[in-house]
């Protein structure tokens, strides 16, 4: 039994069991939940010390002195109707008092907007008035049959995710924990000398594990206590009157409420960002990192190590962001639902190291009796999805959060884990800090480029969303793939043109948003560079709605090198006479079944030159076609599966004119994956699935070798 | 055995056959059929003759003296991308030379277009030349990766149905009939002394059967001689050089180019028609009326009646548009696909009678030896389809077209149509000329309003379309239904407001379509006024992408009223939390199983006050909600079935608020209607079914007989 590499949680008052527990699994560091403590006597042991650190919560004696400090969103009243001139807009009534609390100390009328929302026209301020009391405008010269919003600003008193632990742990009546803004100047002052005593009092802990920062992503609850509305991306809660004067004298120009409220879709990742929302996200990034470096000196000053949970507070600190390298950050631990997320944690440069936390969460709504099978199932499979990722970019180290205690109660899943992060460490001893064999560059070219990676199709955080997972299963198949992932935006393109070195730019996505990209494709330069590039070679694949944006003639703007389009109802007198799949292709070797998750309808091929690969109601799901040198290949959609992996996998290469490149460390068994380590002459197969697989491996078209695999086990070989 | 109302088709040598089919069928009259001509015992026989007139082809030796005064069309090239600065577009490769032939007459430079695709921009016409050798252009400062068109004017030298009867019925080297353009004039001349001598020559002709007048729909054949573009509605073989200054000095402005090629889409009656465009078909249907009406005039002159078939060189004559009215035809013949295509026949104005053209027509791709039971089952369908559209709205008249020697070598087909037709005039005598009881006025709301009535989201005439299929249900649906149904246009209530009688409004199609509406939904006197109207009462149901246009943070922009919206992205970080249905409604009372055809993804509920009818794949298929004091459905689509004809029917009584009223004449079971004739005191009890039917017909609350009827059986009762 190895030792190392992975952090345990733990209690008060729990001091044996965890010693027990660290030895079964290998721990050598130790660290607290959100709610526990940790007993003195494991601070003092050799253990490595995790200690999370709140820098703008868990302070309400403070803060309770500067309620103005609390930090703001602006939020969207629900619509109202006209019937009359007059009109009333209770503005709070869908919004939950416990957490939300109305902004009138800065003047309504200068930050607030109401919005004629049939026309979209701001209604002057000399037509409403506003009742504190009761938390409504009136409106006096309404347009009858309109409909209109108040955007005003709130300022959140209960910080968000500790309220969400609160209410899902049942915490009762325990104190609310209120958040301050750090923009304030009470507050950046409280943050600071708090951050130095406390380094001073806590000479055991060795990581201090912020979690997170600042801001807090967007989560929202309703008037019933439950949520309304959570994007992990979204900066509302970053707001303030300070703030938007800040951003004014540094950009030269004022924001207004509708740049955050966004219609009531708040700037969502899969909306087509905004100038306005670019920049402000740019100068918000400014900000934070500045501070975390104050606060990341002083770690470093007093000998300890800074790490930051990629979660909670994270605005500002985007590890793909421009300003990350200047946070002074050590370390990143982040939650791992699935490949992609360990990849966006694993792939984070300017750090020393990273950190997974897996699933399951230690917490009383997983962890109760009876659900031991489930929890034992839920475990490996977090870890059977995460480990081809973790094959192409380690993670350094794993761990588990929640509570030890309730972990305790079940031994499948003590037992388990034992042997998940005995596997990690021997990942580890495999591979010697070298890296995997990549065959093939492939970008993924949406609005939001580098600065989102590997966090495309997101809503929250590994959360299934029915009109995500068809591209989603895009990144998660590319999480464990032989190839290099890059994220452009079409302003890289646009900047810079395309690097040479790319074999294959996907564009994925539904139409009009941020990841297929929406107008952009109206752009010439757009299209002529991607034109110039495919034809001289390069590879394109669509997936879903790729180039959608209606214009000249053509749904996807990209048609004319794909070799399809998607009709929309517009070209329906022409005939479309393309209706026949070819029968064998190299894309679509071995599959048995496919499986495109939310139809996208009626694609058709629009010539005789397209192949396609896949027919059925009466509409194209797979094709492929010449564009002088180069290829492309449209995929209705690619929700995640090992079949569907492998699709992507035959399709990049096939795109890239790399077919015999593919086979050079390749499993004849799709359930079955290959990672071929070259400086240390290793090779490993895991088998992705619940039952023994037999695979042959191939290197080239001369070697292969026959191999029988139990159910998710991994073998490691000499390469020869 | 009855006799009358009946035509049948005859051929030459065939006088004893006819007179046995038409004693077995009841026909009172005899017509000819595109490429046969009758006998002239036949002619002198007491029957009424029908004779097929052709004013604008069949005269060859008239045309090919003026092959300059063809009718013509703009088309579009291929689109080609450059390579080069210097770019080649073989502009007609794509069509058939047998039916095209470029226009070479009139100055390319003044009439073309070379249109960068890319950008949207024309291609100033210095920096292009010709080469009518080989009907190419040459573009010489392309930019390069872009892509181009050339829209060019071409000579329809081949009639296209001559064209596609000649190619259907494998007429081999029979003369292409070549079309003339009555704009011209030597045309226009030849047509009106043509007609003239012809009436003097066929003293014997009881009916000039017009087919139809001057310009044909669009029906353009690609390069293998196949169909390439088909638009029953297309003004495109209207156009031409002649036609555009005329218009220029009846409107006071200059059409070009691409107000006909539409970006390749020709205006698609799908499209949202420009304002230009309305203008065209203005113009048209001004200069058709005028010129058909000295036709009818020439025609009445001689003692004769004018029909019109609706069909073929149609434009110009649409029977619902403004000048119909002053054309002076006598009658209407069109063909009957189904419920809809026969109320659009049987609903047509200011005509003495309309006929109906039953299937299948007979034609060898039909009637071949072996095929005796599917051309039964489709005379049956289509009677049985077409039937309970009569019911409400009679056609005067029935028949059938094609060569009588191929149906007369199918004796069960005789027998069938035999029983059709005595069925037929069982009704006439039944009625007695009087009409069916409504009870509710529905209107359906789209950019087309009256003029193509009956005649939405059709492509090709009754044509199966699989993205239109699932919202001409309603269509198909509402023909049969003892509901009074109109066509507005969003410019009549833009322009009058809603008619107060209206019970219920129905917008349905595909988001920016012109039947669903598109940017029209921008407009906040359009909003303003729906939401007055449905608020005060009305009945508003939306079927698949009602209202949909993206703006203002909404989908669909009745979404307000309808109570559930689209979610195309924008909107994932909002949390849905109404997800079930209700158990029990009106509206979905009595349904087994749904079909909604093709799915239009992702309606989610707004709020809890909206009942959900039918939730499944995580969205919304049925809703129904309270707008003030009106009621609003939503429907994601309307495949017909008679299923679904009773869906839609609970549903606009439910919508009217008259869930009473629609029990009076009711019937139980679904595949069984009931039509109630006050004026004779009768009613009827249809069964659509292909099996025995058990119903029970209900009057109110009160009266109710339970019947049994046979598979298609009609039954006939008095009215208590």
Redesign the interface.
């Known amino acids: 039994m190895s030792k190392g590499r992975v952090t345990l949680p733990s209690e008060k008052n729990y001091f044996k069991e965890t010693m027990r527990i660290a030895e079964k699994w290998g721990a050598d560091a130790i660290r607290d939940s959100d709610g526990t403590k940790l007993d003195d006597e494991l601070k003092k042991s050799p253990f490595k010390i995790y200690n999370a650190y709140f820098p703008t919560r868990a302070h309400n004696d403070f803060i309770t002195q500067h309620m103005e400090e609390c930090p703001e969103m602006y939020l969207m009243s629900e619509?109202v109707?006209a019937?009359n001139e007059e009109v009333e807009i209770a503005f709070m009534r869908e919004y939950y008092p416990e957490q939300l609390k109305v902004d009138y100390l800065h003047n309504p009328k200068e930050y607030w907007e109401v919005i004629d929302?049939?026309?979209?026209s701001v209604v002057s301020t000399e037509e409403w008035s506003l009742d504190s009391e009761k938390n409504s405008i009136t409106i006096y010269k309404a347009?009858?049959?309109?409909?209109y919003t108040v955007s005003f600003l709130a300022y959140i008193i209960w910080d968000p995710v500790e309220m969400y632990n609160h209410l899902t742990n049942d915490w009762g009546d325990k104190e609310h924990e209120i958040p301050f803004d750090v923009l304030q100047p009470h507050s950046y002052q409280f943050v600071l000398e708090t951050m130095a005593n406390w380094l001073k009092e806590n000479p055991d802990v060795d990581v201090v594990r912020f979690t997170t920062f600042f801001y807090q992503f967007?989560l929202v609850f309703?008037q019933y206590g439950?949520?309304?509305?959570?994007?992990w991306f979204?900066y509302g809660a970053s707001v303030s009157p300070l703030m938007l004067e800040k951003f004014k004298e540094a950009k030269g120009y004022a924001l207004r409420a509708e740049d955050f409220i966004d219609?009531?879709?708040?700037n969502?990742s899969?909306?087509i960002p905004t100038q306005n929302y670019l920049d402000y996200i740019d100068f918000v990034q400014q900000f934070v990192t500045k501070t975390v470096r104050k606060l990341t000196d002083m770690v470093h000053s007093s000998g300890k190590e800074a790490m930051m949970f990629l979660g909670d507070q994270w605005l500002g600190t985007e590890p793909y962001g421009n300003y990350f390298k200047e946070t002074g950050l050590d370390a990143v631990v982040g939650s791992v639902g699935d490949g992609t997320t360990l990849r966006m944690i694993s792939d984070i440069p300017h750090v020393k190291y990273t950190e997974g936390r897996f699933l399951p969460y230690f917490f009383p709504d997983t962890f109760f009796a009876g659900n031991e099978e489930n929890i034992v199932n839920e475990a490996r499979m977090n870890w059977v999805q995460a480990r081809r990722a973790i094959l192409r970019s380690p993670i350094e180290r794993m761990g588990y959060g929640g509570y030890l205690t309730l972990a305790d109660k079940f031994p499948a899943f003590i037992e388990t884990v034992a042997e998940i992060t005995e596997e990690f460490r021997q990942i580890h001893k495999e591979i010697k800090g070298s890296r995997a064999k990549t065959k093939l560059n492939v970008a993924l070219l949406n609005h939001w480029g580098a600065l989102r990676s590997w966090q495309a199709f997101t809503?929250?955080h590994a959360l299934y969303?029915?009109?995500?997972y068809s591209y989603y299963g895009v990144l998660e198949a590319l999480s464990g793939m032989d190839v290099e992932v890059s994220f452009i935006s079409f302003e890289d393109v646009l900047t810079d043109g395309i690097d040479q070195t790319i074999d294959v730019i996907i564009n994925a996505?539904?139409?009009?948003?941020a990841f297929s990209g929406g107008e952009i494709w109206k752009n010439?330069r757009l299209?002529?560079?991607l034109?110039?590039w495919i034809?001289n070679g390069g590879g394109f694949i669509g997936v879903g709605e790729p180039s959608g944006c209606?214009?000249?003639?053509?749904t996807f703007q990209m048609a004319?090198a794909l070799g399809v389009d998607k009709?929309?109802?517009?070209?329906?007198?022409?005939?479309k006479?393309f209706k026949t799949a070819e029968k064998t292709h190299f894309i679509t070797e071995g599959m048995m079944k496919f499986d495109f998750g939310?139809?996208v309808?009626?694609v058709y091929s629009l010539s005789e030159n397209t192949e396609i690969l896949e027919f059925s109601n009466?509409?194209v799901h797979i094709s492929a076609n010449e564009f002088?040198n180069g290829r492309t290949i449209y995929l209705a959609g690619l929700p995640f599966s090992f079949e569907n992996a492998r699709l992507l996998m035959r399709s990049l290469y096939f795109a890239a004119r790399k077919e015999k490149e593919m086979l050079e460390g390749y499993s004849t068994n799709i359930f079955c994956e290959v990672s071929v380590f070259p400086e240390v002459k290793r090779y490993c197969v895991i088998n992705n699935s619940a039952t023994t697989q037999e695979t042959t491996v191939t290197f080239g078209e001369q070697e292969s070798e026959r191999l029988t695999l139990n159910a998710y086990e991994i073998v490691w070989r000499d390469l020869l």
């Open positions: 619509r109707m019937t929302r049939t026309t979209g347009k009858k049959w309109h409909e967007s309703n439950k949520e309304k509305f959570v994007d979204g219609e009531g879709y708040y969502s899969f909306r809503v929250a969303c029915k009109e995500a996505g539904a139409m009009n948003t010439e299209i002529s560079c034109n110039e034809y209606e214009h000249q003639g053509r004319h009709e929309v109802g517009y070209s329906l007198s022409t005939d006479y939310e139809v309808n009626s009466d509409e002088g």
